[in-house]
């Protein structure tokens, strides 16, 4: 019986700090969201990441165009 009730308080244990643990997180998740939307006016996760995808996009087009004048400036240059 003893051994039960060492089992069972430790569990309880476990599942005190679990809920200590998930209450922290949700608190960071939200002051994490709070930031997104102060700093980058994106309301949610998913938001940020079409932005993410939009802004790599951007930043895919914008290094061909580097690339491409580069190699142009390059030719003109006789480098």
């Given at each position: 019986?003893?051994?039960?009730?060492k089992?069972?308080?430790?569990?309880?244990?476990?599942?005190?700090?679990a809920k200590?643990?998930?209450?922290k997180?949700?608190?960071?998740?939200?002051e994490?969201?709070?930031q997104?939307k102060?700093t980058?006016?994106?309301s949610?996760?998913?938001?940020?990441?079409?932005?993410?995808q939009?802004?790599?996009?951007?930043?895919?087009?914008?290094t061909?165009?580097?690339?491409e004048?580069?190699?142009?400036l390059?030719?003109i240059?006789e480098?």
């Amino acid at each position: 019986m003893q051994e039960i009730t060492k089992e069972l308080t430790s569990l309880k244990r476990g599942i005190d700090e679990a809920k200590t643990n998930l209450a922290k997180l949700d608190g960071r998740e939200q002051e994490t969201l709070s930031q997104l939307k102060n700093t980058f006016n994106l309301s949610s996760v998913e938001a940020a990441e079409k932005e993410i995808q939009k802004l790599e996009k951007e930043e895919l087009a914008l290094t061909t165009i580097i690339k491409e004048e580069y190699a142009s400036l390059k030719e003109i240059a006789e480098w």
